[in-house]
């Protein structure tokens, strides 16, 4: 049927406008497709760049070189030292048991650290190298590289890694490393990137753990060029990261080792400060042990010997341990006495051998009693009832005062692990700590060092050196940083009457040099070099009325653990002191015949710069000491020689 012309100009009218309408609109999408790309290649052009930037380039942290650590002398401590291991990437090794199974015929691989990279495999991404084994020696490594072709993502590396050369000698000093564990990112609320590397070692205990921040250094970076799996393809530039500082110590190598060796086998500990600056030149702790077991993880084995050892050589027992002083805070009860003019150097007390106070029966260690005593006799003989009178007329709060004047109770700040505060208690202590009012008898026990009264060694080094200076000696360990000289620690003149110091040191000098003082069998008899020391014995038991009325039991024939400890505090030169020493021998009986001695060879040692002559130890004594000082070097010689085949 034909249509007529108005029908085919309305029906091309609307097709007109519909196209007019469709073409609009396509207009419209393609200008606003044309505007977007704009903004996206022209407007947005940086950002996106970097965004496809970052996609195919990654930063790498690159680990700094560890601060190194040495002596006063420059004798080197802890060190960072080249060694060989052996890497895996297990998406390149694919079947990751059997490479490391035909690995394992090559060279011995310890199956515990096996068992700790599978670990690290589960918890790191799979491109990622993990370490099998680790300071193996180049004979190792050639048979690795000989035989690549059947060890797919087997890498041999050269790195850094730990060492202490001077093993025992400053385990407890130096502490060690060791890689970074969950425990230690669970401590720290904004973790460092650089702690997150495989393997990356930081400071556990000790000097290393105190400055880990300083001796870490700072991190450099590297830029790679990686595909989509994140893979490495190549390296594009690099910049290297900041050393850590160099630390030198103020303890004395040579002076360490032979304390290290003097203390032998006994569960002991000693600390000599130097009265002129501060400086600690030696703070040996026995038994010790080898801190390079640590560095890549200890056996379970070595770990359990270690922790089950009765000695505890795991304990820095110089500055973490903390005993009832004994007789060596009799200095301290007697300047608090003269300080407040309650008491006359000629004044004399009866001692019969015990005291009554409050019903109770304080004894003195010398059953029969020591007659009349004035204070020069009563430090020289070490009688106790003197003590006795003397507390309860200062009263412990004075006594405690005095005590932290003299840097007892005070936590004196070294960089190292677990330093002891000790205790001076009073009564406000009493009363906030067990609610409970304070006693006399605690004041009487308090006098001759027991109760409540706790000390380090540390800190009765330091009240050695102030008895002995009448400064307030602070210890210091760091020498300097980079070669920068750190502040001494010689202290200001303390407001301590002259006079009644020189009475103290008077009868410290009884002790060492007099025929009834308790140290005359150590004594030194070199002129210009003679020793002020004062002994003590801590009784770590009770002895019950029944036991006194039998006769106290010697602690020789004591279980080792119920013996009482040894101690011993001294200073050399009486006249002009350069040096003071602490020593406790746990359980080691009297203090005149286990710890005297020690601290004697130890102020000697140092006074000469090395070993003594004999002519300055009592003619009696010399052949034993000659024999002592033969078997202490036969032991240095081997120890050096155990050193030279371990680094060669």
Request: net charge neutral; aromatic share 6%.
């Amino acid at each position: 049927m034909k249509r007529n012309t108005k029908d085919v100009e309305a029906s091309h009218r609307k097709m007109s406008r519909r196209a007019l309408f469709l073409g609009g609109l396509q207009l419209a999408f393609a200008g606003g497709l044309a505007m977007r790309m704009r903004h996206l290649q022209v407007d947005q052009a940086d950002q996106f760049r970097l965004l496809a930037e970052e996609n195919r380039i990654n930063i790498r942290l690159i680990p700094p070189a560890r601060g190194q650590i040495y002596d006063r002398n420059g004798m080197i401590l802890a060190q960072n030292s080249q060694s060989y291991r052996i890497t895996i990437v297990p998406e390149d090794a694919g079947d990751v048991d059997a490479v490391i199974e035909r690995l394992s015929r090559l060279l011995p691989l310890d199956p515990e650290d096996i068992e700790r990279a599978k670990t690290e495999m589960r918890r790191s991404p799979p491109f990622l190298p993990i370490t099998l084994a680790d300071q193996i020696s180049w004979d190792d490594i050639s048979k690795v590289a000989v035989n690549a072709p059947a060890l797919p993502g087997i890498t041999p590396e050269v790195g850094l890694t730990r060492v202490y050369p001077q093993r025992e000698d400053f385990a407890h000093v130096v502490g060690y490393v060791g890689p970074v564990s969950d425990y230690d990112l669970s401590k720290l609320t904004d973790p460092e990137p650089i702690l997150r590397i495989p393997r990356f070692q930081i400071g556990k205990v000790g000097f290393e753990a105190k400055v880990e921040t300083s001796l870490r250094g700072k991190a450099g970076a590297k830029r790679v060029e990686v595909n989509a799996t994140g893979r490495v393809m190549r390296e594009l530039d690099r910049r290297e990261g900041e050393a850590g500082a160099d630390m030198q110590l103020t303890i004395d190598a040579e002076l360490q080792s032979y304390t290290q060796a003097r203390l032998g086998s006994e569960s002991a500990s000693a600390v000599l400060i130097d009265c002129e600056s501060g400086d600690v030149q030696a703070i040996a702790s026995a038994p010790s042990f080898d801190p390079n077991l640590f560095v890549r993880g200890i056996s379970v084995a070595d770990y359990r010997m270690l922790t089950e050892d009765k000695y505890r050589p795991l304990a820095n027992k110089t500055v973490q341990g903390v005993y009832p002083p004994g007789s060596t805070f009799k200095m301290i009860t007697a300047l608090a006495a003269l300080e407040e003019g309650l008491i006359g150097t000629e004044e004399t007390v009866w001692c019969p051998g015990h005291m009554e106070v409050s019903g109770r029966r304080f004894h003195c260690w010398k059953r029969a009693g020591h007659g009349h005593v004035d204070l020069n006799t009563s430090l020289k003989s070490s009688c106790d009832v003197y003590y006795y009178d003397l507390a309860i007329k200062v009263g412990i709060d004075k006594i405690s005062a005095m005590a932290k004047r003299f840097g007892l109770g005070v936590r004196h700040d070294l960089p190292m692990s677990a330093v002891a505060k000790g205790l001076a208690p009073n009564r406000a202590w009493k009363s906030e700590t067990y609610g409970q009012d304070w006693l006399v008898g605690d004041t009487v026990n308090a006098s001759i060092g027991q109760g409540y009264m706790l000390a380090s060694p540390l800190q009765l080094a330091v009240m050695t050196a102030r008895l002995a200076t009448g400064r307030s000696v602070e210890p210091r360990l760091v020498k300097s940083i980079d070669g920068v000289e750190q502040p001494g620690g010689a202290g200001e003149a303390m407001d301590i009457n002259p006079n009644n110091l020189r009475t103290v040191r008077k009868g410290m000098y009884s002790v060492s040099n007099e025929r009834r003082g308790t140290g005359y069998g150590s004594r030194i008899i070199a002129e210009g070099m003679r020793m002020a020391g004062k002994s003590g014995t801590s009784q770590v038991r009770n002895i019950t009325a029944a036991e006194r009325a039998a006769g106290v039991i010697r602690n020789e024939d004591l279980p080792w653990e119920r013996r009482d400890h040894a101690l011993f505090v001294a200073y050399a030169p009486y006249d002009k002191p350069k040096y003071a020493a602490a020593v406790v021998v746990e359980h080691g009986g009297g203090g005149s015949k286990a710890a005297a001695p020690i601290a004697r060879d130890v102020l000697l040692q140092a006074l000469y710069g090395g070993t003594p002559p004999l002519e300055a130890y009592p003619t009696k004594d010399r052949s034993r000491i000659q024999a002592q000082q033969e078997r202490l070097e036969r032991e240095r010689l081997k120890r050096d020689r155990g050193d030279d085949s371990e680094q060669a």
